[in-house]
């Protein structure tokens, strides 16, 4: 099986080309997406070479797949949305009719980009803890656990 390590940049997605490594992933044929998708060769093309995809289009693909595209955005956000207000937090607690998930949600990926941020110098401790909104010490953990592993790996 052939793997791609994909470095993905959660601030500019371009989704056709994630669903086109998925697809190599898979070793997908163009004719059962066809039928899956209920589209023809040209409508794929154009959706691989698309930044974005339809919501019900993405839930389809992420179907036939196996693979929650949807978390690709969802880290994004985690990433890059600005952290409300205690005030504005209660109120959308109280107001909102809509589920409200945690945004501290830290998986391998958000935790590798932020590392990289910092082992590559784009970034101080400092701006990572006021733009991520991270705890010192968490982010103190992950350079411990996560470097140290890296390292073991390289040798």
């Given at each position: 099986m052939i793997k791609y390590n994909v470095l993905i940049d959660f601030k500019e997605i371009h989704m056709g080309n994630l669903i086109k490594i998925r697809v190599r992933e898979k070793k997908m044929g163009l004719l059962r997406i066809c039928g899956f998708l209920k589209c023809t060769a040209e409508e794929i093309e154009k959706m691989y070479i698309s930044s974005s995809i339809d919501s019900d289009m993405l839930l389809k693909w992420s179907k036939l797949?196996?693979?929650?595209f949807f978390r690709i955005y969802s880290q994004h956000i985690i990433l890059y949305a600005p952290c409300n207000s205690d005030q504005e937090k209660e109120q959308s607690k109280e107001d909102s009719g809509l589920p409200n998930f945690r945004k501290s949600l830290y998986t391998r990926e958000i935790i590798d980009f932020m590392l990289n941020q910092y082992n590559s110098g784009n970034m101080s401790r400092q701006e990572i803890y006021?733009?991520?909104?991270?705890?010192?010490?968490t982010f103190?953990?992950?350079l411990n656990k996560y470097n140290s592993e890296l390292k073991e790996s390289e040798e």
């Open positions: 797949l196996e693979y929650d006021q733009r991520y909104n991270i705890p010192k010490s103190h953990k992950w």
